[in-house]
């Protein structure tokens, strides 16, 4: 305990390593004479581990589950789990994912619907660039932080319908990967379509900054998106799936006057006075 800490961060480092080494002999020894390493005896596998002691005889590779004595077993473990652990939270999330994409499908039909149908998509040959917004300002409007955070697959199948990137029922598949073990990858597709997004809208967005939004920021760089392409087709969707159009002269009025007076988060343009 008097040893100077660095000395012993040092031992401590190299027990562990010689316990991992020996770890990894061992499940050597146990492959090559197909046993199994009952946690300071061997057997052929990990049911005949207990030997008539119980739970006292199950360790190792192998974990107790069930009662102590009576009604337990002896079953290979996976860092510390049974096998039938693992697969009770596979089963799980499973059910989980199951139930979270029929309810979702339900909301995505009606969000369809009475949404989706709606709107128009960005016209391509003319419009003036919509305003862009901040990461955090979803956090502003409760209605787009609602939907984003608990149906963000349809919220992104609607921005990519109006931007004109893919249909509307591709984009919430593509979307709801998010939820699955393919995250990796939908992530990965996300920052494309994130910056085929705000291409169309006429924003500047680079690679780093969509990987960056998307991977630590999602749910609010999805709101500011939807945010962003609301705007730009001039409507406001609130909950139970209600839009308001704004006419698109109005719209493009707005959008050139903001820029005018170069306010870009939408403020009031106040004239200066002239000096005489």
Known sequence: ??????TQAGRTLSRTCRANMADAAMAVVHIQTGKVDCGGHTAPSCGECPSGHGADWCNGQCAWVGG???GGACRMAFDGHSAEDIEQWVADYVMLAGVTAIVMLIFAFVYKRRVVSEL???PQLFYVKGRELPLWACLTHMQTCVHTLFCMP?????????A???GFWPGCLWSFL???PLYPFAICMRVV???RVQDSIGHEATFITSLMHSMFCLPCDAGRESMEIDQEIGVDIACCCKVRVTPRTMLELDGAKSRLCGNDWGGVCVPTPRRR
């Open 193 to 195: 379509l994130a910056k």
């Open 178 to 180: 998010l939820y699955s």
């Open 68 to 70: 102590v004595f009576d």
């Open 154 to 162: 349809v919220v992104l199948g609607k921005n990519y319908h109006v």
């Open 164 to 166: 004109r990137v893919m």
């Open 1 to 6: 305990s008097h040893l100077p800490w660095r």
């Open 120 to 122: 128009i998509q960005i």
